[in-house]
């Protein structure tokens, strides 16, 4: 089996799957039917692109109906995304979930503790 890292097959992108790729990221998600409007291409040419990226697996698209019409909503896939920024050691944000932020909390105090003492 052959292992392509992501940086590999984004440098193989076509400047239209690139385009798009970029556009599904900035938007966090966003509808096909406005994918291509967005991009300025054909809805066919949009839908074209967004079967290589899905194939490439650098987006998700799940079915939706937008404004009362079938479509696909597209989404970066999850190793995009890095949670880093939100552990400290092995704990993660205790503000994750929570409405309301309590900086004086223990659990932030240690939070805090983890970040500044982690290597």
Same mark, same amino acid.
């Given at each position: 089996?052959?292992t392509?890292?992501? =940086?590999?097959?984004?440098? $193989? !992108?076509?400047?239209?799957? #690139?385009? /798009?790729l970029?556009? @599904?990221?900035?938007?966090?998600?966003?509808?096909? =039917?406005?994918?291509?409007? $967005? !991009?300025?291409?054909?809805? #066919?040419? /949009?839908?074209?692109? @967004?079967?290589?990226?899905?194939?490439?697996?650098?987006v998700?698209?799940?079915?939706?109906?937008?404004?009362?019409?079938?479509t696909?909503?597209?989404?970066?896939?999850?190793?995009?995304?890095?949670?880093?920024?939100?552990?400290?050691?092995?704990?993660?944000?205790?503000?994750?979930?929570?409405?309301?932020?309590?900086?004086?909390?223990?659990?932030?105090?240690?939070?805090?503790?983890?970040?500044?003492?982690?290597?």
């Amino acid at each position: 089996m052959v292992t392509v890292s992501i =940086s590999e097959t984004e440098a $193989e !992108l076509t400047a239209d799957e #690139r385009a /798009g790729l970029e556009l @599904v990221r900035n938007s966090g998600g966003i509808h096909q =039917s406005d994918f291509w409007k $967005e !991009l300025d291409v054909s809805s #066919r040419k /949009g839908s074209r692109i @967004v079967e290589s990226l899905v194939e490439k697996e650098l987006v998700n698209r799940e079915d939706t109906v937008y404004d009362g019409h079938n479509t696909y909503y597209i989404t970066p896939t999850a190793r995009d995304l890095d949670f880093t920024l939100l552990m400290a050691g092995d704990m993660l944000s205790p503000f994750i979930g929570e409405e309301e932020v309590d900086p004086n909390s223990d659990a932030f105090s240690q939070w805090i503790m983890n970040l500044a003492y982690q290597e």
